[in-house]
């Protein structure tokens, strides 16, 4: 069995002359949550139609489940649930009816999936209601039901929270977050709103005007996150000898370029720098450091728009 879901290498889609990815390189490990995080128009959507086979790369190469082979997508596919863009409702039915048309065209046996799919994403009691009459955040729920129809392997979700509530977003992640702890559910989702993401993936990738600027893991960008003070003494041996002992913390970090990440006292950056200073030390950078989620975001694509 691989251990990689889906892995690309230098996959592109070009539409006439524009790119809307260029020679992307993406790793989904099995069992991960991958949040993909890009502005509208940074070519998300492009790369899960491509993920799902509902389009083919212009370049590079594309690996599902351990096979780069184009004839075998449709194996792949059956193993795959994804909600790209819209679901694919028929709004004069309800959602038991919706779902009985998706078990027969994926050839799922028995109608007990049903009950079971609506109960899980909270439609048991849309009753007959047709789906033309439904909320925004209801359609969402009844085609996350169709993804998850068939108890896929690998679950693909394009902006998922569209029209969801704050109750309905929060009953969602915890929905994924149980199928990926209890049933071992790969999931790819994706979203230009890092802060729903953050709760919930376990690993990152950030895309930005068709290119990926950076693939981390939730602990990662947490550490690049943190709030710390950076310093930079002419001794950092001695330095990080000082803040042990006269800071009376250990809650720091030496660099290999022997910079100092200290996560203790990060608002007395004056403190910090009386104890270097008086214990003979030369300081050559004293900084305080760390992002919110969202402004990491901003730094990494340059504060430019989504076109």
Same mark, same amino acid.
């Given at each position: 069995?691989?251990?990689?879901?889906?892995?690309?290498?230098?996959?592109?889609?070009?539409?006439?002359?524009e790119?809307?990815i260029?020679?992307?390189d993406i790793?989904i490990?099995?069992g991960?949550?991958?949040?993909?995080?890009g502005?509208?128009g %940074? @070519? +998300?959507s492009?790369?899960?139609?491509?993920?799902? *086979?509902?389009?083919?790369p212009? #370049?590079?190469t &594309?690996?599902?489940?351990?096979?780069n082979?184009?004839k075998?997508?449709?194996d792949?596919?059956?193993r795959?649930?994804a909600?790209?863009?819209?679901?694919?409702?028929?709004?004069?039915?309800?959602a038991?009816?919706?779902?009985?048309?998706?078990?027969?065209?994926?050839?799922?046996?028995?109608?007990?999936?049903?009950?079971k799919?609506?109960?899980?994403?909270?439609l048991?009691? %849309? @009753? +007959?209601?047709?789906?033309k009459?439904?909320?925004? *955040?209801?359609k969402?729920?009844? #085609?996350l039901? &169709?993804?998850?129809?068939s108890?896929p392997?690998?679950?693909i979700?394009d902006?998922?929270?569209n029209?969801?509530?704050p109750m309905?977003?929060?009953e969602?992640r915890e929905?994924?977050k149980k199928?990926?702890?209890e049933?071992g559910?790969?999931?790819?989702i994706?979203s230009?709103?890092?802060?729903?993401?953050?709760q919930?993936?376990t690993?990152?990738?950030?895309?930005?005007?068709g290119?990926?600027l950076?693939?981390?893991?939730a602990?990662q960008?947490?550490?690049?996150?943190?709030?710390?003070?950076r310093?930079?003494?002419d001794?950092?041996s001695?330095?990080a000898?000082?803040?042990?002992?006269a800071?009376?913390?250990t809650n720091?970090?030496v660099?290999p370029d022997?910079?100092?990440?200290?996560?203790?006292?990060?608002e007395?950056?004056?403190?910090?720098s009386?104890?270097?200073t008086n214990?003979g030390l030369v300081?050559?950078h004293?900084?305080?450091?760390?992002d919110?989620?969202?402004?990491y975001?901003?730094?990494?694509v340059?504060g430019?728009?989504?076109?």
């Amino acid at each position: 069995m691989s251990e990689h879901i889906v892995k690309t290498n230098n996959l592109s889609k070009k539409y006439k002359d524009e790119f809307a990815i260029e020679n992307i390189d993406i790793t989904i490990k099995r069992g991960e949550i991958y949040g993909f995080i890009g502005q509208n128009g %940074a @070519g +998300k959507s492009t790369l899960l139609r491509l993920v799902t *086979g509902l389009t083919f790369p212009t #370049g590079g190469t &594309i690996e599902r489940f351990g096979n780069n082979n184009p004839k075998e997508i449709t194996d792949a596919q059956k193993r795959m649930g994804a909600i790209i863009e819209n679901p694919a409702l028929f709004p004069n039915m309800g959602a038991y009816d919706n779902l009985e048309v998706h078990r027969l065209q994926k050839g799922i046996p028995g109608k007990e999936c049903i009950e079971k799919t609506l109960e899980l994403v909270g439609l048991t009691n %849309a @009753g +007959k209601k047709k789906t033309k009459h439904f909320s925004l *955040g209801m359609k969402q729920r009844l #085609g996350l039901g &169709i993804a998850l129809l068939s108890e896929p392997e690998f679950l693909i979700l394009d902006e998922p929270t569209n029209g969801l509530d704050p109750m309905g977003i929060v009953e969602l992640r915890e929905l994924l977050k149980k199928l990926n702890r209890e049933k071992g559910l790969t999931v790819l989702i994706s979203s230009h709103i890092l802060s729903e993401l953050h709760q919930l993936a376990t690993s990152f990738g950030i895309i930005h005007k068709g290119k990926m600027l950076e693939e981390l893991t939730a602990k990662q960008l947490d550490e690049k996150c943190k709030q710390h003070i950076r310093i930079k003494v002419d001794q950092p041996s001695k330095g990080a000898a000082v803040l042990e002992e006269a800071l009376s913390t250990t809650n720091f970090e030496v660099m290999p370029d022997g910079t100092i990440k200290l996560y203790h006292n990060v608002e007395e950056v004056r403190t910090v720098s009386a104890a270097l200073t008086n214990s003979g030390l030369v300081i050559e950078h004293l900084s305080q450091n760390g992002d919110s989620l969202e402004s990491y975001f901003s730094k990494l694509v340059g504060g430019v728009e989504g076109d």
